[in-house]
């Protein structure tokens, strides 16, 4: 099996285990340093695998409510040592998936230890529905920096 192969079935071993809220599976290919950055909070994301494990009860308590979480499309790339996958998946009700609904993305960072591959970052979000509300939030955030670049400048 090729390192490409292994990261697949890891990764979709993984989504299986979310979906079936089966815990020991979904935490057993992560590093203890894991770093995670989720669609809720906290926004700064949570690191090492207490807290990574923290996360899920409130997740498989939605998912038990009849939601689906599959991969829909999964790309990997191997290194000798490190290795990245993303991958888009129907996170959600099955009634809010026509063919254009929004899915989630998901990113994976991977490092092999002892000749295992293992996810040290993980990094989920959904595609803003909203660009006007996106777009000004990015500008406003723009004109803060620049604001805030200007005063350091004058005060030189």
Known sequence: MTDEQEIRTLIERWAAAVHTGDLAVVLEDHTADIVMFDVPPPYAGVRGLDAYRETWPPFFEW???????????????????????????????????????????LTLGLRKENGRWLVSHEHHSFALADTTAAKSEVRDLHTHWADGLRRRISMG
Not at 73 to 97: H, I, K, P, Q, Y
């Open 63 to 105: 998912q038990a409510s009849g939601a689906v979480f599959e991969i829909e499309s999964l790309d990997v790339t191997a290194g000798a040592e490190v290795a990245f996958a993303f991958a888009l998946l129907r996170c959600g009700e099955a009634a809010e998936f026509p063919a254009n609904a929004s899915r989630l993305r």
